[in-house]
């Protein structure tokens, strides 16, 4: 698994080293940046200013991500390459994300782009190792500072099954390679909703992919300094679209850890309009 060390998928995305030390960051100006960067990558880290719901929007987790406040909201742009910070069209996924925030919770919205979608899990199955197949990730270390500690992980698949966990430090604790990883006694207490946009677990036509919506409770975060937050903090985080237990990222590893490597997750930055 990942946690480990992250497995590289069949078209030669690069392994990370979960032991391996990132250098000094360097973080981009401006807010929602994307693509390129004349910045050496491995000193980059992304930024991206997330606007709270207007006065009057709301929001339908119904997984079709339809309402004008998706529209106005935060952008990640394309999920790049996890070893190399750069567009690769060979990974058999890809995918994007949006963001949106109010006083009690967190909305997420993922557009994956997927040609053979797949699920497979039972469907009471608890915090199922979706990783394996394909699903979307969110890591957020809510202190902004990167530090790996008291951090969370919240995956959902095209099946709308979660597997969510809290740990306390670096891919800790960890029970083994067949888990348990992190408290997975913790739950996020969201609600998720999925649209596929295909047939899952079926190779007789070619998928397109599917889009995912969440609404998290910020109380769900007890570890954090301050949540909800307030406008102007600042959080780490990293989003995910994988399959097998690779894939694309906002903000890449670039070979210095595994996909917890908080450190090189995104700022976050909660502003109002």
């Known amino acids: 698994m990942r946690r480990a060390l992250f497995v590289a998928c069949a078209l030669a995305i690069a392994a ?3 032991d391996s030390v990132a250098p000094p960051e360097k973080q981009v100006g ?12 491995r000193r980059v880290i992304k930024e991206i200013a997330v606007k709270a719901l207007a ?12 309402e004008p406040a998706w529209a106005k909201a ?15 069209p060979r990974i058999p996924v890809q995918g994007s994300a949006r963001l949106l925030w109010d006083d009690q919770f967190l909305y997420v919205g993922f557009d994956v782009k997927d ?26 270390d809510p202190d902004g500072d990167g530090d790996n500690k008291d951090y969370y992980e919240i995956q959902i698949n095209p099946q709308n099954l979660v597997f969510d966990s809290q740990f306390d430090d670096y891919n800790r604790p960890r029970g083994g390679n067949a888990g348990p990883f992190g408290h997975q006694e913790w739950s996020a207490g969201l609600e998720s909703a999925v649209v ?21 409770p910020w109380k769900s975060f007890a570890k954090a300094k301050a949540s909800p937050p307030a406008p102007g903090d600042t959080w780490r985080m990293n989003l995910y679209a994988m399959q097998n237990n690779g894939g694309v990222a906002w903000s890449p590893i670039l070979g210095m850890g595994n996909f917890h490597k908080a450190a090189r997750f995104g700022r976050v930055k909660w502003v109002r309009e």
Request: aromatic share 4%; proline share 8%.
């Open 16 to 18: 990370c080293s979960r």
């Open 30 to 41: 401006g807010t929602n940046t994307q693509g390129a960067s004349t910045e050496d990558p």
């Open 55 to 66: 006065p009057g929007d709301a929001v339908t987790i119904d997984g079709k991500l339809d």
């Open 74 to 88: 935060a952008d990640t742009g394309p999920f790049v390459d996890v070893s190399s910070g750069a567009p690769n």
């Open 115 to 140: 040609t053979t979608i797949r699920g497979g899990f039972p469907t009471d199955a608890p915090d199922p190792h979706l990783w394996e197949r394909d699903t979307v990730e969110l890591m957020i």
């Open 196 to 216: 596929l946009r295909g047939t899952i677990d079926d190779d007789k036509d070619k998928d397109e992919g599917y889009t995912v919506e969440a609404k998290i």
